[in-house]
C-alpha cells in the first residue's frame, strides 16, 4: 500500500501492476480491471473508512474498495466485498479478513454502476470558479462522526470446510 499525494489522480491498472503498489482506489481498480478482463463483474467502491484510536477518537478516512458479483441465476449469488488495500502480506490472511466480508467500519457512500460515466463521477472533485485570483482555497476531505457507539461486537468464526459465521 502506498499513497502518492503528489499526483492527485488514480493510477492506470497498467501502472499499478507495474509498480507493484499503490493506494486504496489505485489498487481497487487493478482488481477490478483484472476480474473485468476475465468476465467476471466488478464495481467500485468509495466511501470511509471508521477506525478508534487508543484514545477514544474517531477517523473516518477516505476509502475505496471493490466488490464481484459471484452466482448463477436462480441460485444463491449477489455483490461480495473484496478489500484490496490489505495490510497483512499473508495471503491466507488477506484472504479470510478482506474477501467476502464488509464490518460496519466501512461506510459506503458511492457504488458503481459498471459504466465509465459512473467511474468518472466517482473521481469528479469539487469545481468552482473564482473572479478574484488573490482568494486561495484548500480543499479537505473530512467526516464528523458523533455519537459514535459499538451496538454489538462478534468475533468471525472460519471453519475448516470455509463455513463463516459470528459467535
Same mark, same amino acid.
Given at each position: 500500500?502506498?499513497? %502518492?499525494?503528489?499526483?492527485? #489522480?488514480?493510477?492506470?491498472?497498467?501502472?499499478? @501492476?507495474?509498480?507493484?503498489?499503490?493506494? !486504496?482506489?489505485?489498487?481497487?481498480?487493478? &482488481?477490478?480491471?483484472? !476480474? +473485468?478482463?476475465?468476465?467476471?463483474?466488478? +464495481?467500485?467502491?468509495?466511501?470511509? @473508512?471508521?477506525?478508534?484510536?487508543?484514545?477514544?477518537?474517531?477517523?473516518?478516512?477516505? %476509502?475505496?474498495?471493490?466488490?464481484?458479483?459471484?452466482?448463477?441465476?436462480?441460485?444463491?449469488?449477489?455483490?461480495?466485498?473484496?478489500? !484490496?488495500? !490489505?495490510?497483512?502480506?499473508?495471503?491466507?490472511?488477506?484472504? %479470510?479478513?478482506?474477501?467476502?466480508?464488509?464490518?460496519?467500519? %466501512?461506510? +459506503?457512500?458511492?457504488?458503481?454502476?459498471?459504466? $465509465?460515466? #459512473?467511474?468518472?463521477?466517482?473521481?469528479?472533485?469539487?469545481?468552482?470558479?473564482? +473572479?478574484?485570483? #488573490?482568494?486561495?482555497?484548500?480543499?479537505?476531505?473530512?467526516?464528523?462522526?458523533?455519537?459514535?457507539?459499538?451496538?454489538?461486537?462478534?468475533?468471525?468464526?472460519?471453519?475448516?470446510? $470455509?463455513?463463516?459465521? &459470528?459467535?
Amino acid at each position: 500500500y502506498q499513497i %502518492h499525494p503528489d499526483e492527485g #489522480s488514480v493510477r492506470p491498472a497498467a501502472v499499478t @501492476l507495474e509498480s507493484r503498489q499503490g493506494d !486504496c482506489d489505485d489498487l481497487s481498480f487493478l &482488481y477490478i480491471s483484472l !476480474c +473485468r478482463a476475465v468476465d467476471i463483474p466488478a +464495481r467500485f467502491i468509495r466511501g470511509y @473508512l471508521i477506525t478508534e484510536n487508543t484514545d477514544g477518537a474517531i477517523t473516518a478516512t477516505p %476509502h475505496a474498495w471493490a466488490e464481484v458479483f459471484v452466482g448463477v441465476a436462480g441460485q444463491l449469488s449477489g455483490w461480495i466485498p473484496v478489500e !484490496c488495500a !490489505c495490510s497483512s502480506t499473508s495471503i491466507e490472511i488477506n484472504i %479470510h479478513q478482506n474477501f467476502g466480508l464488509e464490518s460496519a467500519s %466501512h461506510l +459506503r457512500l458511492f457504488t458503481d454502476d459498471g459504466s $465509465n460515466a #459512473s467511474l468518472a463521477t466517482s473521481l469528479t472533485g469539487i469545481s468552482y470558479v473564482t +473572479r478574484d485570483p #488573490s482568494i486561495t482555497i484548500i480543499f479537505q476531505p473530512f467526516a464528523e462522526i458523533q455519537n459514535y457507539q459499538v451496538l454489538e461486537s462478534k468475533n468471525l468464526v472460519i471453519t475448516d470446510s $470455509n463455513i463463516r459465521y &459470528y459467535e
